[in-house]
């Protein structure tokens, strides 16, 4: 049975409207956090905040009407390039049960229909960041992204962080 994608920007309202979201939230700190040991507490009120001065957006992806994934986003302009309006990453994912539904590609289909709405948005430049716990090197390389940098994290509330 084909299954119906589709792909938009959403408010955080309505995602938090969502029956699933929660499950998702859990699932994607738990498959992706390397922070386990501080618990998941989002700060929705500042999201909320940010998405109102459009500083936030969501990117989602919905498979027969069920949120099935998301790219957050931050975007403005760097402070070194203030004519230019930028996008980090700011958390992505696609729930397992919707990765590869009878090869539908979900994830690349959310990305490639993002990078054009980042596009209409007039952002020029958009960072994306891999996960060492579920390396993405080679979708981000099929999607047309280059490294550039590394990411390393110093968890200083962690024994691990001391000699």
């Known amino acids: 049975m084909i299954k119906k994608h589709s792909f938009q920007w959403e408010g955080l309202e309505a995602i938090l409207a969502e029956p699933n979201v929660r499950e998702l939230l859990i699932d994607y700190w738990n498959e992706l956090s390397p922070l386990k040991h501080i618990p998941l507490d989002v700060d929705w009120p500042r999201l909320l905040e940010w998405e109102r001065r459009f500083l936030f957006r969501v990117w989602t992806a919905r498979v027969d009407g069920t949120l ?8 403005q302009p760097h402070h070194l390039h203030r004519n230019t309006l930028m996008a980090m990453d700011h958390g992505h ?3 397992p049960a919707f990765r590869d539904i009878a090869g539908s590609m979900t994830g690349l289909r959310m990305w490639r229909s993002c990078e054009r709405a980042l596009k209409e948005l007039g952002v020029e430049v958009a960072f994306c960041h891999d996960n060492a716990l579920r390396p993405l090197s080679p979708f981000l390389l099929a999607i047309g992204a280059r490294p550039f940098s590394s990411m390393w994290l110093i968890d200083l509330r962690s024994e691990e ?3």
Do not use: H, N, Q
């Not at 099935?68 to 975007?75: D, Q, R």
């Open 93 to 95: 994912y696609v729930a």
């Open 161 to 163: 962080a001391s000699p």
């Open 68 to 75: 099935a994934g998301f790219i957050t986003w931050l975007i």
